[in-house]
């Protein structure tokens, strides 16, 4: 049974790495206000995200503890967090939302101030709130040296856990797709039943669901699900982010809808051999890059080749790239998906996925590994 | 039935009205980088913005067609929508991650950008790529004066029919709740299962669920399940933000596991006088401080009455906020919650909430309106 939430050491230790990265980098404090990056240390977790309407902050100072600047609707949930240090305000009041809070906070510290600024980063705040914090600080706001997504992209064992029963989830609902699919099923019903299905296996929810269908695949792996019936001889794909504690699994599954064509099966084990030729590459010390390239040999360079992979955990999709111009070093704890692509015919694709995690001496499989084509209908 | 999408003529209008405002304001154009805001003008529905690692732009110029700058993985899907100039970049390329191409979009136009600058909003783009923009561009980056959140606020009858049939949905999941909910059942396990009512009633995702249970309410609305059994005398809360063809409904139900205690069925009542005297006073030309004041007159001004509900379209919660402070008019074609809060006891509150649209002569209901406690168990 894995344990929801973490121990306190969890938090304690990824704010001590990140106070020594920042003693490096001249920072005074990391600003967070994004989900993931306050979640990340602080544990807070809410669904509450999915409302635009207040800002929330947290503030890693050089030394000591963190300190939420939050909302009062969010001061009991956070108070159930490790975190002791709780400021809050009667949000929304647009005239002041937090910022004159949060600037006593950080003009309280000595030096300047690190907001995450890289590759998928932004700052959870509107730019007219952002002009009059910078207004109202003594020091400047910097880029964070991109610390917060270098912890991140390392999981402990108790992160690598929780992806591991994510998957687990999955793996029983993907199971079970002969239950809900057919001939004649209409794709967008499949994918109703499939969030079904997850969430009946123990998703706590399903944030992200893609796939497609037809007798060449599909177009892309992003558009929402047509009503349009499965057919006989389609190869479906379901691609799902699901969640448990916070954590994602992101996989994918194709299935043969009565007999495929004739390129179809030999296309997937196309697909299984790059994954599998990815899964031998990814190796400590070992670039994104040349997973990549072990990959791309088997499955080709096509239009599907421009990311072969991606790191996971409290985003669907979050660190490095399987891509050709992503130098990124593989160490251990990182958790990837091996995600290959080739194109068939009519403008279309397949698609395959797998979640591993980065060992000393190989990676080891979090998904259960695809062996064939799944034959419904 | 309620059609999916909308009429090309929807999206004309949409950006007309845009072009009319930005002449005011002087802008000639508008930059738009997040999901709801890209998706109010063109259309582009996917579940993808789960994934951070790619920004999305969408140009509004002052007169012409909106021009979407988006990763070459999204092309196929928007080549769907209304929209024809769709210039694209192998994203991820963290190098030089759409920017150039931006700026030569942005600099074929004559005059100052406007980007979405005030409250709920935030441009989706990390501050390093913000700053390479700025230094890009021939002309500033300024505040939209408002105009995409002015907008938004007006639902036409096509959103409003999409977000009374998300209402219709959840009204039939909340009405199975006593097939789900009985004492002993863990709230967790309840709010599982609530989600798969809706996906099984129509909803195409559940983005948001919370809701508590204790025999006086609960602590707040915005936690997590516990894996705690419901109990005899527990009044449990269903808060759900659930989407059909990308708009919200967001509404709530108390239910009384078994007996309830000798306050609450009282103290319920209230909350229904209360969301009465929201509809009442929601009239076209009255204030969001109004409607507050007319609702708070009963509810009274507890720690829940900080804001008694709030605007609802293509996000849980946009727009106006039924506050003391918040003198936003209303206008016919605006769909609100009304939310009243009471603190009970044991810091313990009950809420409840409802959908309307502003129409004149008179709000219309959306949710079906509540008439007391469901019991079950």
Excluded at 64 to 87: E, F, H, K, N
Excluded at 204 to 213: H, I, T
Aim: with cysteine; glycine share 10%; charged share 20%.
């Amino acid at each position: 049974m894995t344990a929801r939430g973490f121990d306190r050491a969890e938090y304690v230790a990824r704010v001590a790495r990140a106070q020594d990265l920042m003693a490096q980098a001249g920072l005074a404090a990391l600003l967070l206000t994004t989900e993931p990056e306050i979640r990340y240390f602080t544990g807070f977790l809410t669904r509450f995200w999915e409302s635009p309407s207040r800002p929330w902050f947290v503030v890693v100072p050089a030394s000591g503890d963190p300190v939420a600047v939050i909302p009062s609707i969010g001061a009991a949930l956070m108070a159930q967090t490790w975190i002791t240090d709780i400021r809050s305000w009667p949000a929304p009041r647009p005239e002041d939302e937090g910022i004159t809070l949060l600037a006593d906070t950080l003009n309280a510290l000595d030096g300047p101030v690190g907001v995450p600024s890289g590759p998928e980063t932004h700052m959870r705040l509107g730019m007219a709130d952002i002009e009059r914090l910078r207004a109202a600080l003594r020091h400047p706001l910097r880029a964070d040296a991109g610390i917060t997504a270098y912890l991140r992209a390392v999981k402990s064992e108790a992160e690598i856990a929780k992806i591991a029963h994510a998957c687990q989830i999955a793996a029983r609902a993907f199971a079970r797709v002969p239950e809900i699919a057919a001939p004649g099923v209409p794709l967008s019903r499949v994918f109703r039943d499939f969030q079904r299905l997850l969430l009946d296996e123990g998703a706590d929810w399903v944030p992200y669901l893609a796939g497609g269908a037809g007798p060449q695949g599909y177009a892309d792996v992003i558009s929402p699900a047509s009503d349009a019936p499965l057919r006989a001889g389609d190869v479906m794909m379901l691609d799902t982010g699901a969640v448990w504690d916070g954590y994602f699994c992101d996989f994918d599954r194709n299935f043969a809808v009565g007999a495929p064509a004739a390129n179809i099966a030999a296309t997937h084990d196309r697909l299984l051999e790059s994954t599998q030729a990815g899964l031998e590459a990814a190796q400590p010390g070992a670039r994104a890059c040349d997973v990549h390239a072990a990959m791309a040999a088997v499955c080709g360079a096509g239009e599907g080749a421009g990311r072969l992979g991606h790191g996971l955990g409290m985003q669907l999709t979050e660190g490095l790239s399987l891509s050709a111009v992503d130098r990124t070093e593989l160490r251990p704890g990182m958790v990837i998906t091996l995600e290959p692509g080739v194109d068939t015919a009519d403008g279309c694709i397949l698609v395959h996925e797998e979640n591993i995690v980065i060992r000393e001496g190989g990676a080891q499989v979090l998904s259960p590994w695809a062996t064939g084509l799944t034959r419904i209908g």
